[in-house]
């Protein structure tokens, strides 16, 4: 069975400029989440879809992020303007069903890392 | 909020020592996984454990959810067993897993 897949796997930009990154979840996962994970801490969540549908996005800082699911499948998480912190390491991962059941383990991608100059 | 704390935050093991490594948690939870994050940076799922005690070849997980912690045990250790381990709660609230800060973990041959 094949993981969760993201990319690009590395990227460096500039600040103020613009970046995405794309999530494909493993098949037939419902639930995909956008974590953060900047450098000595562990992951935060950003975003949380079910289907596409947005289940939670209290800390995604949404004057400057943005993410979609438009078909319930793939998904994209953007940045624009970037700042210098949000030099991270950009996670995705999936799970079956939906939040808050028993059974909800999540399966994580190998994540995006990113470098804003 | 919701606290996760992890002990000890590092641990330098000689090949084939042992280890337990510590999650408390704050609130009641739904489910908690563990984690092992190589040095490559892929979360590695190790176990997903509400409660009781599961064991995968050198690696067992016990979580006793009453009294709001787990422990991760590492029996002969190996070079591979180096990276950050994660534990994370999945609070009943939201799908959403609250990670804690991790145990850097490094043996040396």
């Known amino acids: 069975e094949a993981g969760v897949a993201q990319s690009p796997r590395y990227k460096i930009i500039e600040k103020r400029q613009s970046v995405a990154f794309w999530c494909n979840p493993i098949?037939?996962?419902?639930?995909l989440y956008w974590y953060q994970q900047i450098l000595g801490q562990g992951p935060k969540l950003l975003i949380q879809?079910?289907?596409?549908?947005?289940?939670?996005d209290s800390q995604l800082p949404k004057d400057r992020f943005s993410a979609e699911r438009l078909k319930g499948v793939d998904s994209t998480l953007k940045i624009q303007p970037a700042k210098l912190e949000d030099s991270a390491v950009y996670l995705c991962a999936s799970s079956q069903i939906g939040s808050g059941r028993a059974g909800n383990e999540q399966f994580f991608g190998p994540g995006t890392r990113l470098t804003v100059l | 909020g919701i606290q996760v704390e992890q002990s000890p935050p590092d641990l330098i093991l000689q090949e084939g020592a042992n280890s337990t490594l510590r999650c408390n948690f704050s609130d009641s939870v739904n489910n908690l996984q563990w984690f092992h994050q190589n040095p490559w940076g892929q979360l590695i799922n190790l176990f997903y454990?509400?409660?009781g005690t599961k064991q995968n070849g050198r690696l067992s997980a016990t979580t006793v959810a009453t009294e709001r912690y787990s422990l991760l045990y590492i029996s002969s250790s190996q070079t591979t067993d180096s990276g950050v381990y994660f534990c994370?709660?999945?609070?009943?609230?939201?799908?959403?897993?609250?990670f804690g800060q991790g145990t850097e973990l490094s043996v040396k041959p």
């Open positions: 994370a709660p999945l609070y009943n609230q939201g799908g959403k897993l609250i």
């Open positions: 454990i509400p409660s």
């Open positions: 098949s037939g996962h419902a639930t």
């Open positions: 879809f079910q289907n596409n549908g947005v289940v939670d």
